[in-house]
């Protein structure tokens, strides 16, 4: 139930990557660096404002969503708290997977999704029996705050592009 509706908080980011991915492979293949530019700084003001009032109102609904599905599902607010800002931290740093792996950084992609998936495992061990559900919560949170901050440095270090919804704002 709490997945479902962390889902709905990253459809925009979701849909869009579906549409912008191969944009990104087209204008960098063709080493159109301008266009590349636009498509990333759309891309991020899309995900990033789609994705900020659903994430809102999860927040203003989100106890009596839950309670839809029982009573015992109202105690799973704090975590869908804590999973709404890992999807708001993922909607402001863009599309940085789909950049990686559609500018052939493939092999760097997969090692940073290798590295932070083998961290959450690691941080739901530990978390999970301290705070149980908000461990789960906590360790998904970090690990995809890990996962975007360092895409998005590999990002500019080897392609010099912003995929944040900054790019947006500064332009």
């Known amino acids: 139930k709490d997945a479902f509706q962390i889902w709905l908080v990253a459809f925009g980011l979701n849909a ?3 549409v912008v991915a191969p944009m990104i492979s087209a204008a960098y293949a063709g080493n159109r660096t301008e266009e590349l530019r636009k498509t990333l700084r759309t891309s991020s ?4 404002f789609l994705t900020i009032p659903l994430a809102i109102a999860m927040l203003i609904i989100g106890k009596q969503g839950l309670a839809i599905f029982g009573e015992g599902f109202s105690s799973a607010y704090p975590a869908l708290v804590i999973l709404c800002a890992g999807q708001v931290i993922n909607a402001f740093c863009g ?5 990686l792996i559609m500018t052939g950084n493939e092999r760097a992609a997969s090692r940073i999704m290798f590295f932070t998936a083998s961290l959450n495992i690691v941080l739901n061990a530990i978390l999970i029996p301290i705070w149980g559900m908000l461990g789960a919560a906590c360790a998904t949170t970090c690990t995809l705050l890990i996962w975007n901050v360092w895409m998005m440095f590999v990002v500019w270090k080897r392609l010099r592009l912003n995929p944040t919804v900054l790019s947006w704002l500064s332009r």
């Open 16 to 18: 869009t990557n579906a």
């Open 45 to 48: 003001a899309t995900v990033f």
């Open 95 to 99: 599309c940085v997977g789909y950049l």
